[in-house]
């Protein structure tokens, strides 16, 4: 009787073995790439990724609120690629983080708001008042520009007050402050309310330029696993191309991210899809990175080089094209 109980153990041990190894097998040949980005317009690409990658490719996209928390999560092995602000990327790379740019993700984006019936119709108008803003962003970076272009100091000439981005519309409507600097949708949801008056498009070509965000990753990433990450930025231009030409979809998307698509419309013109990027790109950003110094935001100015990898974006361009010609 023994020797039976030993043979059907010894049979259902193979079979449960079999079954493992049937699995193993199964789970090493998956391929999963994690992505992390916010669930906004200008930043909606990675949630289309899995239509762009092979049917055995699985795209898990995180959503994010914080760019910082981001790229925590990159660094911390939890993140294949990610979005964050080229701002964010600079700090990182200045303070000796390994982290790499491989795509560019959005332009524009920003905008100055006042009050509808303000008497403020120029930048130069903005002396003597009140100004919101949050340090350390891009927006920061691009409403000293546009005080600079103006003639005004913003130490002497300007009160800039610190809120955050969701509470400025509020600020504004009530009159607590003049103005505010900040990223859509709000500027286009203070249009759409009524309430507010886009005063300025802060980009100017000969400084920082309209560049906002992009997607990074890790010099271990692309040493351990390139052809992963070159997947993951030619679907990611992929799905940008598709959306720049399908633009009524994209508003439709976006809007389930629960902006209406009424303030999206208003936005859609100062918010740019974006994947390519090339040495002038980089030049704008080692023009941010001067102007983040300036302003004590960073000590160096981390080389541009090594955070920048235009190889990726090279490729792509190479990806698409050959989709075409087939």
């Given at each position: 009787?023994?020797?039976v109980v030993s043979v059907l153990m010894m049979i259902i041990v193979l079979?449960?073995?079999?079954?493992?190894?049937?699995?193993?097998?199964?789970?090493?040949?998956?391929?999963?790439?994690?992505?992390?980005?916010?669930?906004?317009?200008?930043?909606?690409?990675?949630?289309?990724?899995?239509?762009?990658?092979?049917?055995?490719?699985?795209?898990?996209?995180?959503?994010?609120?914080?760019?910082?928390?981001?790229?925590?999560?990159?660094?911390?092995?939890?993140?294949?690629?990610?979005?964050?602000?080229?701002?964010?990327?600079?700090?990182?790379?200045?303070?000796?983080?390994?982290?790499?740019?491989?795509?560019?993700?959005?332009?524009?984006?920003?905008?100055?708001?006042?009050?509808?019936?303000?008497?403020?119709?120029?930048?130069?108008?903005?002396?003597?008042?009140?100004?919101?803003?949050?340090?350390?962003?891009?927006?920061?970076?691009?409403?000293?520009?546009?005080?600079?272009?103006?003639?005004?100091?913003?130490?002497?000439?300007?009160?800039?007050?610190?809120?955050?981005?969701?509470?400025?519309?509020?600020?504004?409507?009530?009159?607590?402050?003049?103005?505010?600097?900040?990223?859509?949708?709000?500027?286009?949801?203070?249009?759409?309310?009524?309430?507010?008056?886009?005063?300025?498009?802060?980009?100017?070509g000969e400084g920082v330029g309209t560049i906002n965000a992009g997607m990074?990753?890790?010099?271990?990433?692309?040493?351990?696993?390139?052809?992963?990450?070159?997947?993951?930025?030619?679907?990611?231009?992929?799905?940008?191309?598709?959306?720049?030409?399908?633009?009524?979809?994209?508003?439709?998307?976006?809007?389930?991210?629960?902006?209406?698509?009424?303030?999206?419309?208003?936005?859609?013109?100062?918010?740019?899809?974006?994947?390519?990027?090339?040495?002038?790109?980089?030049?704008?950003?080692?023009?941010?990175?001067?102007?983040?110094?300036?302003?004590?935001?960073?000590?160096?100015?981390?080389?541009?080089?090594?955070?920048?990898?235009?190889?990726?974006?090279?490729?792509?361009?190479?990806?698409?094209?050959?989709?075409?010609?087939?």
């Amino acid at each position: 009787m023994r020797k039976v109980v030993s043979v059907l153990m010894m049979i259902i041990v193979l079979i449960a073995l079999s079954i493992s190894g049937c699995t193993g097998s199964a789970d090493q040949d998956s391929k999963v790439a994690t992505v992390g980005t916010w669930k906004t317009a200008q930043t909606i690409q990675p949630f289309l990724y899995q239509d762009f990658v092979e049917e055995d490719y699985i795209i898990d996209v995180l959503p994010f609120t914080n760019p910082g928390d981001q790229k925590a999560a990159l660094l911390a092995g939890d993140l294949d690629i990610t979005g964050t602000t080229i701002a964010l990327a600079i700090t990182a790379a200045s303070r000796g983080e390994p982290v790499v740019v491989v795509s560019s993700l959005c332009n524009k984006c920003s905008a100055i708001v006042v009050m509808n019936d303000s008497d403020i119709m120029t930048p130069a108008d903005l002396k003597g008042k009140t100004i919101a803003y949050v340090p350390g962003t891009m927006h920061h970076v691009l409403l000293l520009e546009t005080l600079k272009q103006a003639g005004l100091d913003p130490e002497k000439d300007v009160t800039l007050q610190r809120i955050d981005f969701f509470d400025m519309g509020q600020a504004l409507s009530q009159g607590n402050v003049d103005a505010f600097c900040s990223g859509e949708p709000y500027p286009s949801l203070a249009v759409a309310d009524g309430y507010g008056r886009v005063l300025s498009y802060p980009y100017y070509g000969e400084g920082v330029g309209t560049i906002n965000a992009g997607m990074l990753t890790t010099r271990d990433k692309i040493e351990n696993n390139r052809e992963g990450i070159q997947r993951l930025v030619t679907a990611h231009a992929r799905s940008t191309e598709y959306l720049k030409a399908n633009q009524e979809e994209w508003i439709n998307m976006s809007s389930d991210f629960g902006t209406d698509s009424v303030v999206l419309e208003i936005a859609a013109s100062n918010m740019e899809l974006a994947w390519d990027m090339d040495e002038n790109y980089v030049r704008q950003a080692e023009n941010l990175g001067e102007r983040m110094k300036d302003l004590g935001m960073i000590e160096e100015i981390p080389d541009m080089d090594t955070l920048f990898d235009l190889s990726f974006v090279e490729q792509a361009r190479k990806d698409l094209d050959d989709s075409k010609n087939a």
